[in-house]
């Protein structure tokens, strides 16, 4: 079960373009993105670039697809790229565990 109060943290931020927070995200297709499964929208190309570039600047609180624990991404934080975009991990532990199976720990999640 999803905690709920994690819950409407990510559907509060999803409503908003995390780059600009000013301007709504939009629902096309080509504005879309995807941190450890979580979906993030963009209100322009420009937007959703500066994002790629370094999601942990503007993606927020993230759950760890290996253990679930919450933390805040930095600069510092292990990656993989894996199906639908980066993975960021709270630990080099959880980022070796999800690189022996990484479908194991996939989240899928929709739009």
């Known amino acids: 079960m999803t905690d709920p109060e ?8 999803s ?8 301007r709504v995200g939009s629902l096309a297709d080509a504005l879309h993105a995807r941190v450890n499964g979580e979906p993030y929208r963009f209100a ?3 937007t959703l670039r500066r994002f790629r570039r370094d999601p ?3 993606c927020g609180l993230l759950r760890d697809p290996v253990t679930g624990m919450r ?11 894996w199906k639908g975009g980066p993975y960021l991990f709270d630990s080099d532990s959880t980022f070796a565990e ?12 929709d739009y």
């Open 6 to 13: 994690f819950a409407l943290f990510h559907l509060q931020r």
């Open 15 to 22: 409503l908003w373009d995390p780059v600009d927070p000013t």
């Open 44 to 46: 322009s190309p420009a």
């Open 56 to 58: 942990a600047l503007y």
């Open 71 to 81: 933390f805040w991404p930095n600069a510092h934080s292990p990656r993989a790229e």
């Open 98 to 109: 999800f690189q022996r199976a990484p479908q194991r720990y996939e989240v899928k999640r």
